[in-house]
């Protein structure tokens, strides 16, 4: 199935985006999310689990609704099944965990007929020729992304969607599913020097082809 990539539609991770910028503050806690059952979760500290770590869910959101699923199985759904194939760890010790990327391999193929590949390492240039063919990346990055940190603590430990590149291959374009304001969350562009501050140079490429 061909698809363009400015018609991959964006999920977010939480079930409401806004409430995120309350839960940064201080302000609030996930677990008060009023739409938490929209989420698939059995209850709201299940619903917790899955918006602190959903960000590798919500980019196989992406990926399935450009396909043309419809509809889309719920976040915490997708991350119970995706237990079964040590896509995470049953009870990891913080009570969420990261992605575990040959899972998730076997997870998107099985259930999905999806064609994935670990990408690690994927250097720069790796990423933007994935990206400039039939493939899509789940980069990982620094969680300041979102806020273009100047000098961030960490690169890695959250997951976007690289879905496109310019031409001339200086820039990236990436859905990021935690990002708080539609300019930080849908067909963000970076220049590439700006993208790899962030980048930890892996992640997983999904094959879907262009239209």
């Known amino acids: 199935m061909a698809v363009a990539r400015s018609a991959i539609p964006y999920r977010s991770q939480y079930a409401t985006p806004a409430l995120a910028v309350e839960v940064a503050a201080g302000r609030a806690a996930l677990e008060q999310d009023p739409r938490w059952r929209e989420w698939g979760a059995h209850d709201p500290a299940e619903y917790a689990r899955w918006a602190r770590c ?3 869910m919500a980019c196989l959101q992406m ?6 699923w419809d509809p889309v199985p719920p976040i915490a759904r997708l991350g119970r099944r995706a237990i079964g194939y040590g896509g995470y760890e049953a009870r990891p010790a913080l009570g969420y965990g990261p992605l575990l990327y040959a899972g998730f391999v076997d997870f998107v193929a099985a259930e999905f007929g999806l064609r994935a590949r670990v990408a690690a390492p994927l250097p720069l240039d790796g990423l933007l020729a994935a990206v400039g063919g039939d493939e899509v990346v789940l980069a990982s990055v ?3 992304i979102r806020d273009l940190a100047p000098a961030p603590a960490r690169r890695g430990g959250h997951l976007v969607l690289v879905i496109d590149r310019s031409g001339d291959g200086r820039r990236l374009c ?3 599913p935690a990002g708080r304001e539609p300019e930080r969350a849908r067909a963000v562009w970076l220049a590439r020097e700006e993208f790899a501050r ?11 082809p262009r239209g």
């Open 54 to 56: 959903g960000c590798g």
């Open 63 to 68: 990926i399935l609704a450009a396909r043309g």
């Open 142 to 144: 620094s969680a300041e």
């Open 174 to 176: 990436f859905h990021d």
């Open 198 to 208: 962030f980048y930890a140079e892996r992640g997983i490429a999904v094959a879907l």
